[in-house]
Structures are given as structure tokens and as C-alpha cells.
T-cell receptor
Framework: GAVVSQHPSRVICKSGTSVKIECRSL??????MFWYRQFPKQSLMLMAT?????????EQGVEKDKFLINHASLTLSTLTVTSAHPEDSSFYIC???????????FGSGTRLTVV | QKEVEQNSGPLSVPEGAIASLNCTYS??????FFWYRQYSGKSPELIMS????GDKEDGRFTAQLNKASQYVSLLIRDSQPSDSATYLC????????FGPGTRLSVLP
């Protein structure tokens, strides 16, 4: 089945710094990847849709200048949280779809803590 | 706008019982539906997909789809404490729409 690798799994950073999260499709090509955020005991919230070779599509209320998404190849999308603040502390998860399988596969998630 | 609704729970069942999780959706045009399981602190994992009306069985799991009534359900037979998790229903298409999830607690 499709495998999506996400790195790092856990990161602690200081306020004001930037953090980059990588999402890779290991055994398939993904023209589209999705980035979600999940706060404790809450449901998944779609942040943005990452499109290979073009600009990402952001959901309403998500600041595109704060959450930079780059999808430079068919197997890699990155999310950079810029000028991080404690309120950005959350669980960030990417997902992609292998068209053959049709279902979405999630990365293992990144627990971001901003101190 | 597509919407997927689930009872947030928690749904508590004793070990060995059948757990029944339900989901309703608004988009009649959807052709595919998925159930994901998410353990606390982990990312969701796909456990079932269903595309046709009726039942689809996979081990202890049975997904049921009724397009006329716009609901999809997941039955877990012989529930185990390890099944305790949040179960997310998703409506397929170009962009998935996830329900808020139902928290299941299987009591030993």
C-alpha cells in the first residue's frame, strides 16, 4: 500500500523561529498533498492543499505567509511554520493519495511545541 | 458544500460486544466513503473503504453504505480494548471531507 513519510515526528522550537516539516510519498507520486492541523481532542482541520509545481491552496483563515508550503517534486511537500508562536503548537499531519488505491494515506504527524 | 456528521461520543461498549459507529453525509453525488482509526497522539490510519450500497466485511470490521439514506456505518465485532480510539468517517472525491470523529471506548 501507499506509504507517506513525515519528518520530524516531534520538534520543540523557540518563539520567533521557523520550523520546516517534510512530507514524502515513498512508493508513489503525489501531485497533490494535504496539510492538516489537529489540536488536542479536536478533529482534523485542513489547512491547505499542496499542488506540485504550483501555488498551494489555503483554507479560509489560514495565513499563507505564516504557513509556507512548497511542493517542488512529485514526492515531496514541505510546510514551514514561520515566526512560530506558542499558539502554533499543534499536531501537523500531511496526507496524499495514491490514485490506484484511492484512499488517502496519512503521514505519522509532527508534534510541534513552541516555547 | 459537503458535510459529514458523526456523533462525537464517547461511545462505550464492553469487551466482546459489537460497536456500531454511524456517519451521515450531505453530498448525494459521492461515490466513495472511508473509515479511519486514530489513536490518541497518532495520525489516522485507513481501515475500511466502501463504494457500493450494502455491506463490506474485513475481519472484525463491517462497513455499511446506504446511499438513499445518505449514511455509512462501521460495525466492530468482538470489540477489544485495543479498538479504543477515535473513528473518522470520510467522504471521498477530489478533496476528502472528514467527519469530526467518534470516540470509542471498549471497557475490559
Amino acid at each position: 500500500g501507499a506509504v507517506v513519510s513525515q519528518h520530524p515526528s516531534r520538534v520543540i522550537c523557540k518563539s520567533g523561529t521557523s520550523v520546516k516539516i517534510e512530507c514524502r510519498s515513498l512508493d508513489f507520486q503525489a501531485t497533490t498533498m494535504f496539510w492538516y492541523r489537529q489540536f488536542p481532542k479536536q478533529s482534523l482541520m485542513l489547512m491547505a492543499t499542496s499542488n506540485e509545481g504550483s501555488k498551494a491552496t489555503y483554507e479560509q483563515g489560514v495565513e499563507k505567509d505564516k504557513f509556507l508550503i512548497n511542493h517542488a517534486s512529485l514526492t515531496l511537500s514541505t510546510l514551514t511554520v514561520t515566526s512560530a508562536h506558542p499558539e502554533d503548537s499543534s499536531f501537523y499531519i500531511c496526507s496524499a493519495r495514491d490514485m490506484a488505491d484511492y484512499g488517502y494515506t496519512f503521514g505519522s504527524g509532527t508534534r510541534l511545541t513552541v516555547v | 458544500q459537503k458535510e459529514v456528521e458523526q456523533n462525537s461520543g464517547p461511545l462505550s461498549v464492553p469487551e466482546g460486544a459489537i460497536a456500531s459507529l454511524n456517519c451521515t453525509y450531505s453530498d448525494r453525488g459521492s461515490q466513495s466513503f472511508f473509515w479511519y482509526r486514530q489513536y490518541s497522539g497518532k495520525s489516522p490510519e485507513l481501515i475500511m473503504s466502501i463504494y457500493s450500497n450494502g455491506d463490506k466485511e474485513d475481519g472484525r470490521f463491517t462497513a455499511q453504505l446506504n446511499k438513499a439514506s445518505q449514511y455509512v456505518s462501521l460495525l466492530i465485532r468482538d470489540s477489544q480494548p485495543s479498538d479504543s480510539a477515535t473513528y473518522l468517517c470520510a467522504q471521498g472525491g477530489q478533496n476528502f471531507v472528514f467527519g469530526p470523529g467518534t470516540r470509542l471506548s471498549v471497557l475490559p
